[in-house]
């Protein structure tokens, strides 16, 4: 890709329009110059981008966010008992380990599909609506790992449907990428490293994590990805087992069981920081690099 439309395509992914007139469009010659256009924000772009729902928190900052009142509750309510009766405690319902690590290496995508979808190995699955899978070509050559379904994924059963979501399809569209159409080679498989929603969105706990954590090593064997994005600290947490900050990890090609593994930003932390857009774009600038250099 030339260096003019890169430039193009990040300002279209950061919602941003170039204004020069028609005579004077020459393309910069370098990145530096790129930031010396005269640079506007699309009204439409913007509001694609950040939408009317507010978006969700990025994970470093779930933990500052307001304790909203927890989720009215769908079922019947059991009526109070009788006075003087003492009403016997129903027991939570019973939570079973997940199948291991040698069953799930034998299984197949329908297999694994219902696996998680009637996984009960941690308390998420008392408050989830739906398990969230994942989504794209199951032999995709680029792998996008996030965090956590949030409210809408949860209400929908797919990842990324959110705002965060739709910064992510127009950063995959900026570079000719879909979770739905196309060849392997053009699609993503989006997959989180929680297949169901942490109540109030906070963050994933270790011990969720660490059960959830084969689903997603096996979803990762059956697509056997070119390369791998992972989105946020806990993605990184999960795939690279390090706990450094993705400023310091971005930047340079990690791997993941033999698959290049490329750190950056949570587009959820990017609706809430625009300059590290531009940091983003880079990284899948480098996906893309990577990719294209692999033998
Ligand atoms: N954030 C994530 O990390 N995953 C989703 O599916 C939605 C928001």
Known sequence: ????????????????????????????????????????????????????????????????????????ATGPRAAPPPEGVVATPVPAPSRERGAGRAALAQMDWTQLREQVAQCRACALCETRKNTVFGVGHERAHWMIVGEAPGEQEDLRGEPFVGPAGQLLDSMLAALGLSRQDGPAERQVYIANTLKCRPPRNRNPEPSELAQCEPYLQRQIELIQPRIILAMGRFAVQQLLGSSEAIGRLRGRVHEYQGVPLIVTYHPAYLLRNLPDKARAWDDLCLALQTLERAP
């Open 1 to 72: 890709m030339s260096w003019s439309e890169r430039q193009r395509r990040m300002l279209e992914m950061m919602g941003l329009r170039v204004w020069a007139p028609e005579a004077a469009a020459v393309p910069p010659a370098d990145e530096g110059a790129a930031a010396a256009v005269a640079v506007a924000p699309s009204a439409a772009a913007e509001t694609r981008a950040e939408p009317a729902v507010a978006p969700r928190p990025p994970a470093s900052a779930r933990s500052l966010e307001p304790v909203a009142p927890p989720p009215a």
